[in-house]
């Protein structure tokens, strides 16, 4: 396969015409990856940046990328892999099937490459490392990988991380627990790379208000993400006697349909209908969190600090999450950590919010001050331009 050499001349470059960069990506919008990338995509300064996005699926996003002059293509043999704290080997097995077609993948996004003749490829999950060396081998193009997973600290994870660490020129972590974690399972490396924390989307106005106040969860349906874990606090609610309160369930059962039908089965044997209900998956969780008098992220693997929580914190929505992390969760001003999950606590916090219409006033200003400090995008688009430019000029220079 001959390679796509990126057409930029160390001239063009200074002329400043923008970089053409190819963004590799699994989902087409129905996941937190995705969202963050469209996220900073649709604030790159065109003169400086031309982007392309590859994708896996089909999904909302191709919309709005078309909505704002950005390029898509569909590469379903796009197959991708990060492990577990558990089983991580019966997923790997699962995944087998997506990664035999990696070299159908990487041939595709190197033809993508050509055509776009892009300088730069980015790919936006470390579950794409199996594809990085394939596609950087097509390409000879400098290499961006984005590290979006909190890794086990086991061998799969340290695989992971160090296939990262060798194939890339440059990592990006949305938190700096990301990158603390991986530091610990590659040792010395000498790969640039640098916190960016995820954009949240611009608030927007609900589209009416809900009778009943509703406490949200956006996510996967999947024990790891501790979904079931719901149903305890909605159960602890109930036997509290609480005011009316919903827990809407946003997300897809994308991997474990009979694990969501257990639920369904649970809640109706326990007779909670009227403290929680699964809603589906939603392409607008903005008019969700619009609407939301708080969010719930009761997960297994304690990272409160994920795209739902950033996107809470900057609309106003105080989160009550497992984990004791507090660099976006601030305890007692923008939300409550849990840690351990403890489905009394997190209920008798959610009643002290409904009876206390002051405090949760004063967590909501709090939280919108910091998603406007923390996750507005400014800095965030300033800093991958900066890195990308930075990659492009290196590569010339070699």
Same mark, same amino acid.
């Given at each position: ?28 919008? %129905? ?110 193009? #400098? ?12 061998? %799969? ?39 960016? %924390? ?10 009416? #208000? ?94 409160? %600090? ?93």
């Amino acid at each position: 396969m001959a390679m796509t050499a990126s057409i930029r001349s160390a001239e063009g470059l200074a002329a400043g015409t923008p970089l053409r960069t190819l963004h590799v990506d699994i989902e087409g919008g %129905w996941g937190g990856s995705s969202r963050s990338l469209y996220e900073l995509i649709r604030r790159f300064d065109r003169d400086r940046v031309a982007p392309l996005v590859a994708h896996r699926e089909s999904g909302p996003l191709e919309a709005r990328y078309a909505a704002i002059d950005v390029p898509t293509a569909r590469v379903p043999e796009i197959g991708s892999y990060v492990p577990r704290a558990r089983k991580a080997l019966r997923n790997l097995v699962a995944s087998v099937p997506r990664l035999r077609r990696l070299d159908a993948a990487a041939d595709a996004l190197a033809g993508l490459a050509r055509a776009h003749r892009a300088d730069l490829v980015h790919l936006n999950y470390e579950g794409l490392f199996l594809l990085a060396g394939k596609l950087k081998r097509r390409t000879g193009l #400098p290499m961006a990988i984005h590290c979006r997973a909190h890794l086990p600290e086991s061998r %799969w994870g340290r695989w992971v991380a160090r296939t990262v660490a060798r194939e890339a020129d440059h990592v990006f972590f949305i938190s700096p627990q990301e990158q603390a974690r991986f530091e610990s399972l590659v040792g010395e490396s000498a790969v640039p790379r640098e916190v960016v %924390w995820n954009i949240a989307p611009p608030p927007v106005t609900p589209a009416a #208000p809900h009778a009943v106040p509703e406490a949200v969860y956006l996510g996967s349906i999947d024990p790891e993400k501790g979904t079931d874990r719901l149903i305890d606090i909605a159960a602890a609610l109930e036997s509290a006697a609480a005011p009316p309160l919903l827990i809407a369930v946003h997300g897809r059962a994308r991997a474990r349909p009979r694990y969501l039908e257990s639920l369904r089965r649970r809640v109706a044997a326990a007779r909670l209908e009227g403290r929680i209900a699964f809603r589906g998956h939603t392409a607008e969780p903005e008019q969700v969190l619009a609407g939301a008098f708080a969010l719930i992220r009761p997960s297994r693997t304690n990272d409160p %600090w994920g795209r739902d929580v950033i996107e809470a914190t900057s609309f106003g929505v105080p989160v009550l999450a497992t984990g004791s992390f507090d660099g976006v969760v601030e305890p007692g001003v923008t939300g409550y950590l849990f840690d351990p999950f403890d489905a009394e606590a997190m209920a008798a916090r959610l009643m002290d919010l409904l009876a206390q219409p002051e405090l949760r006033a004063r967590m909501s200003a709090a939280a919108r001050q910091k998603g406007a400090r923390q996750f507005s995008g400014d800095h965030q688009v300033e800093a991958v331009t900066a890195a990308f430019m930075s990659l492009v000029s290196r590569s010339h220079e070699q």
